[in-house]
């Protein structure tokens, strides 16, 4: 019966999707009459409302999706969703200034004298209008009325001209900022964490071991990391237009034929051009450059854009000519001051402490406050000219509320979906199937391109992603990372606006293109550029650092990147390291024994040999690393042999699971059965099917080859010993490098030894043999206590004033005993005085150059960041996709 009611949830959402009924109200419509159905069959039929629910009730059905909304969109940390009003208005404020139109008529006169120039600044024009505006009705509309008739004037192909346009106005759906992006990152981060769960409880099942490691673990994904994980892509398919286009051009000049510019290209058309292109262009930078040099989150990358394309329109919209670029002008100005004074001086209004902090503070105050004047010009003249900022925040308002409600609505379906055990049986289906992942992945793949001829972006992103992306991300044979998920989801997604017979952007060039452009030359002249987004979607597949490459590189060089001692990045970090130790080990070795013929002789003996054992354990690094590539090698050589049984071993024990799940259900049943004459029937069936699945059971715990357990444990033993080899490493560059540090820090306290010293010396005076006199004295004491404790190398004389201060108390007073201690710390502290200060002049000049030496290698991951050639080559490496499952 659950199966039945699910299929009733999924007609009555295709009815009311394809009646034209509105999204935001059919999703959960279909829900709520769904889960009640259901609900009041059972009270009819079965005297239960819950007997029809594969788990819980319909209250808690009803209530799950506003619950699982409320705990997502509630959470102060949960700000993803903040950034789509913010670049719907961005969006809408520019397509009111005409950015469009500019940039159509400026490329067409600049790329036309090009075999297929028109169709290729279409193409341009839609990748900057993609990174500006992102709104494809707008951009398809435009370039319909604009280039669509000047291409049919220049003879080109029908098809290819529609084709051309309708592809380059989806731009937007893949090129940031996207709200697709923004959506598909909310829905994944939600998934990424039930992948998570996933994951870790299968691997405490299968392994028994309660704690998974972090390497382990999913890659979850942020606004900003989908942002910068779709630029490559996006610009991969930008340049599949453009060369499709101008294919056509070489070898059917006749479709796409040159269009020479009337015109003279001079200054003042190259005025002209910049006029046009470096607005948007400047915006672009600002907004999407932010985000991905790490200094702005989405959140206030967005607030940025839609400042900026206000500030746009206040010169671009039709008004008075009189200071029409002043409040631009002025904004500019003040930003470039700003930047000027970032740069010179340290802006803290808690932190001012010399007259050129308040300079610095004030001009700042100046700065913004004309940014302030300049924003403020731009937002009145928007306003006063045909009302355009009260138009622009109206139709953002719709524009968001419709996302959220759909947001809400999508929420309770996919309770609904759960409610009937529609995830299971997806799970099951999934899982199932022949291929392991990656034909798990096609046919999601395919599902969603079918989709895509029905329903919209939206509600593909809402309804499919929640509930297939947890399973995907969780497959440990791909453990791909939710961006390039995402990315791929969105790039197939994004044809959904030209497939027919549903495609938006076909249905806007229909609506403003001439009557002479049949609708069959429209779908004629996208199916093309259908192919080279799968074409797109392919590449992007194979390649995955396309995507991952861009938000690994900002994580790890951006100003919060992680320390290089991360757990997450030590794989990719080691290969480098490792790879540099062959490269450069006389090198290192070289300075290790440069280091240890320094004198020491004045030294400490703890000294002594706190150096010698820290230089030993740089000498042994060498054989560390050795046993980590030879126990790397022994893993490498097992597991092509060991993976094969693996997998089979790990097919029998999932099967092994579902089956002693299925018989402990049908037990829990049988349990529940009354004595009356059809229960005792209905008992007697269901323990001839516990027979069957009980052999079922014995059967397949028999098929386990006989060889696994000692396979298993062959490949645990090499596994444990590389784990064991990397620890030894790690742990031995770690003591090694961190004794440097410690003695220069001790080195370096030697003139704040020197100086608390004449203060010790002074407690003689203080300790007499009058007891009235104690509290004082252990006062005193207490006070060059703590002054010591601030200081490094020096417990051992803290330590005899604590003994000194504490035979001054109560009944064990004992002053002698007390100057006795006093006079130890002082020869300790002298002598702590001496050996520093000659150490400050011959040893430390040794220490830096040896520190430095062996910074990038044996001292790595004791920096505080990792050097950007190395971040970048550790980035590459994280890019790509490993496999991890024989982990599990």
């Known amino acids: 019966m659950e199966l039945l009611f699910l299929g009733l949830l999924v007609l009555l959402m295709i009815v009311a ?5 509105p999204v935001a109200f059919s999703l959960p419509g279909a829900s709520i009459i769904a889960i009640g159905l259901a609900a009041l069959c059972g009270w009819l039929f079965a005297d239960n409302p819950d007997a029809y629910f ?20 509630w959470d102060v940390e949960r700000d993803t969703l903040i950034a789509i009003p913010l670049f719907i208005f961005m969006g809408i404020m520019l397509q009111r200034s005409k950015v469009a139109e500019d940039l159509l008529v400026t490329m067409a006169q600049l790329f036309g004298p090009v075999p297929g120039g028109l169709g290729i600044s279409v193409v341009l024009v839609g990748a900057l209008l993609a990174a500006t505006t992102g709104i494809v009705g707008a951009t398809v509309i435009a370039m319909g009325m604009i ?37 598909l990152a909310d829905q994944l981060s939600s998934a990424a964490d039930q992948a998570s769960a996933i994951r870790k409880a299968d691997y405490r099942e299968i392994t028994g071991e309660f704690s998974m490691p972090s390497t382990l673990d999913i890659t979850s994904a942020s ?16 340049g599949l237009y453009v060369l499709y286009i101008l294919i056509v051009a070489l070898f059917k000049p006749e479709n796409a034929p040159p269009v020479p510019y009337e015109g003279k290209y001079d200054a003042q058309f190259a005025l002209k051009v910049a006029m046009s292109l ?62 000027i004074i970032l740069f010179n001086f340290d802006i803290n209004v808690k932190n001012i402490h010399s007259t050129q902090d308040v300079i610095g503070v004030v001009l700042a105050i100046i700065a913004v406050s004309a940014l302030l004047i300049g924003v403020a010009w731009s937002g009145w003249r928007v306003f006063k000219t045909d009302n355009t900022l009260h138009e622009v925040m109206l139709e953002t308002a719709k ?55 029905f329903l919209d972006f939206i509600e ?78 392919a590449i992007t597949g194979l390649f995955p650092a396309l995507v991952n490459y861009l938000p690994n590189r900002t994580y790890l060089t951006g100003d919060s990147a992680p320390p290089p001692m991360n757990p997450r990045i030590q794989p990719c970090l080691e290969a480098e390291v490792l790879s540099y130790y062959s490269a450069n080990q006389q090198l290192l070795q070289t300075a290790i024994d440069a280091m240890a013929s320094a004198n020491t002789v004045y030294l400490p003996e703890h000294v002594q040999q706190a150096l010698n054992s820290s230089l030993e354990q740089a000498g042994s690094v060498f054989t560390r690393v050795e046993a980590i590539q030879t126990a790397e090698a022994e893993v490498a050589a097992y597991s092509p042999d060991y993976a094969p049984l693996h997998y089979r071993v790990r097919d029998i024990e999932a099967d092994i699971r579902d089956v002693d799940a299925a018989i402990k259900d049908l037990k829990t049943q049988i349990r529940r059965l009354d004595d009356t004459p059809e229960d005792l029937q209905r008992k007697h069936n269901m323990e001839a099917d516990l027979l069957v699945l009980q052999a079922q059971l014995a059967d397949l715990e028999a098929s386990v080859p006989s060889e696994w357990q000692a396979a298993r444990e062959g490949y645990v033993k090499l596994t444990k010993a590389e784990d064991k080899a990397r620890r030894d490493y790690r742990r031995t560059v770690d003591e090694s490098y961190q004794t440097i540090l410690d003695m220069q820090m001790v080195i370096a306290d030697a003139d704040a ?12 005076a203080v300790i007499q043999d009058d007891k009235a006199t104690a509290k004082a004295a252990m006062a005193a004491i207490k006070v060059q206590e703590k002054r010591l404790g601030q200081m490094a190398g020096v417990s051992n004389a803290k330590g005899k004033l604590s003994k000194a201060r504490r035979a001054l108390k109560g009944r064990k007073f004992n002053p002698e005993t007390a100057r006795g201690y006093l006079t130890e710390a002082i020869t300790m502290l002298h002598a702590e005085v001496n050996w520093r200060t000659q150490a400050a002049s011959e040893l430390v000049p040794a220490l830096q150059t040896y520190e430095q030496q062996i910074a990038g290698s044996i001292g790595l991951r004791l920096q505080e960041r990792m050097p950007v050639d190395l971040a970048k080559s550790v980035s590459a490496c994280m890019s790509n996709h490993k496999n991890i499952s024989l982990h599990f």
């Open 460 to 537: 593909i992103a809402v309804v499919v992603v929640p509930i297939v992306a947890p399973i995907l991300l969780a497959d440990p044979s791909a453990n791909v990372t939710a961006v390039w998920l995402g990315v791929m989801i969105g790039l197939n997604i994004q044809t959904s606006f030209l497939t027919p017979p549903f495609g938006f952007a076909l249905f806007y060039l229909r609506g403003v293109a001439d009557k002479v452009v049949k609708t069959l030359s429209i779908y004629k002249g996208v199916v093309p550029f259908i192919g080279l987004q799968l074409l797109a979607l």
């Open 54 to 73: 594969h788990d819980g009730g319909p209250v808690q059905w009803l209530s799950a999706g506003v619950t699982n909304f409320r705990s997502l969109y």
């Open 399 to 453: 524009t968001t509320s419709m996302v959220f409600i759909i947001l809400i609505g999508a929420a309770m379906l996919t309770s609904a979906f759960r409610a009937f055990g529609g995830e299971e049986l997806v799970k099951e289906m999934l899982t199932g199937l022949p291929g392991g992942f990656w034909m798990q992945f096609l046919v999601v793949m395919l599902v969603i391109f079918i989709l895509g001829f």
């Open 278 to 339: 470096l607005p948007p262009l400047a915006l672009i930078f600002v907004v999407l450059g932010s985000i991905i040099l790490g200094i702005a989150t989405v959140n206030q990358a967005g607030a940025v854009g839609a400042v900026g394309a206000m500030i746009m329109a206040g010169y671009r919209l039709p008004h008075k000519e009189q200071h029409r670029y002043t409040p631009a002008a002025i904004a500019i100005g003040a930003i470039i001051a700003i930047s």
């Open 17 to 21: 999707l394809t009646s034209g009924f």
């Open 147 to 183: 280039s669509l008739p000047a291409m049919l004037r220049n003879n080109y192909s029908h098809s290819l001209s529609t084709g051309t346009i309708c592809a380059s106005g989806t731009l937007g759906q893949i090129i940031p900022p996207s709200i697709v992006l923004i959506i």
């Open 753 to 764: 030894v020197a100086a608390v010293l004449p203060d010790v010396e002074a407690l003689a």
């Open 223 to 238: 606004a900003g990391d989908m942002f910068m994980g779709a630029f490559l892509p996006g610009l991969v398919l930008v």
